[in-house]
Each structure stands twice: as structure tokens, then as C-alpha cells.
């Protein structure tokens, strides 16, 4: 019994030891993968300003999606040439967790 036991603590142990290794190398890329990535450019407020067309179309968009008034804090323009999958992905996920189930609610 008491070789049971010893086993039983021991594989434990090694699997604990191999998840703390897989944590750290997964920090150590993600860590690489920030280090090599482009900065992205920073949209400046008068940029924003310029583009009120843009503002007053995703407002109307708004409007008509909820059928209410909506007021628009803050534009993020994406100038990106590429969509990362993963992220895309995701984004569609909590997108389409977000909306009504059924048809015409």
C-alpha cells in the first residue's frame, strides 16, 4: 500500500513539474511573439475628427440594428493589411454568443 502511495505522489509530481515547463515556454513565446511583432500605429484624435461620415454612419447603423439612439464613445480603425485568423475567429465567437436566438426577435 505504501508503494501505492509513493507512486501515486511521484506521478503527480512529474506532472505538475511538466505543466509549470509548459507554462514557461508558453510565456517565453508569447514573449518572442510581442518582441518580433510590428507596432501598430496609433490613429491621432484629428483623424478622427475628419472622418465624421464614418461616425454618423456606424451611429445610423446602430440605430437602425436597435432600433434606439446610440451614442458613440470611441472609433477604433483597424489599418492592418491582414486579419490574424485566430483572432477573427474569436471576435465571431463572441459576436455570435451575443446575439438572439431565433429569427425575427
Given at each position: ?7 501515486v505522489f511521484i506521478s503527480i509530481f512529474w506532472v505538475f513539474l511538466a ?67 485566430w483572432s477573427y475567429a474569436g471576435r465571431m465567437d463572441i459576436h455570435l ?9
Open positions: 500500500m505504501k508503494q501505492a502511495f509513493e507512486v505543466m509549470v515547463a509548459l507554462t514557461m515556454v508558453l510565456y517565453a513565446l508569447r514573449g518572442l511573439g510581442q518582441i518580433f511583432t510590428p507596432k501598430r500605429e496609433e490613429v491621432e484624435e484629428s483623424e478622427l475628427n475628419k472622418n465624421e461620415e464614418i461616425i454618423l454612419l456606424l451611429s445610423a447603423a446602430a440605430y437602425v440594428a436597435l432600433g434606439k439612439r446610440v451614442k458613440i464613445h470611441k472609433v477604433h480603425i483597424h489599418r492592418e493589411p491582414y486579419v490574424e485568423r454568443s451575443h446575439q438572439k436566438s431565433g429569427v425575427n426577435q
